[in-house]
């Protein structure tokens, strides 16, 4: 069974960065991507960026291309967001996940992923 445990929200001014990571632990064999949704108060959890599990593939949702980029950790299991020159809008619960699929395709599609961490929040705001 697959656990998810993300780290490193909090409050940043607009412009500013942060950077989220999700540290998968057990069930290895179990996925093959591992992707970053966010859920704003009173909106559908919406999807952010995958990576497959083996870095060879990484897919944006077009409102974070150029400001966002997921990678892996020198550790080669734990999934980076680094997040740059954020917005106000880009406030919400940010959730880290697993699929048993890589990236390609529908990645977008919530009903893929199979394993969430619990959230972190991250605030933008002057």
């Known amino acids: 069974q697959v656990q998810l445990v993300e780290s490193g929200g909090g409050s940043v001014q607009p412009g500013g960065s942060l950077k989220l990571a999700c540290a998968p632990s057990?069930?290895?064999?179990?996925?093959?991507?591992l992707a970053w949704f966010r859920q704003a108060a009173g909106e559908e959890r919406q999807p952010i960026a995958c990576?497959?599990?083996?870095?060879?593939?990484?897919e944006y949702i077009d409102f974070v291309r150029g400001r966002f980029t997921i990678s892996r950790d020198s550790d080669r299991t734990t999934v980076l967001l680094q997040m740059d020159n954020l917005r106000t809008d880009d406030t919400a619960v940010y959730y880290c996940?697993?699929?048993?699929?890589?990236?390609?395709?529908?990645?977008?599609?919530?009903?893929?992923?199979?394993?969430w961490g619990q959230g972190i929040q991250v605030t933008v705001s002057s």
């Open positions: 996940s697993t699929a048993p699929v890589m990236c390609f395709g529908r990645w977008t599609r919530r009903e893929r992923y199979d394993h």
């Open positions: 057990g069930g290895s064999s179990e996925y093959n991507a």
């Open positions: 990576i497959d599990k083996d870095g060879g593939r990484a």
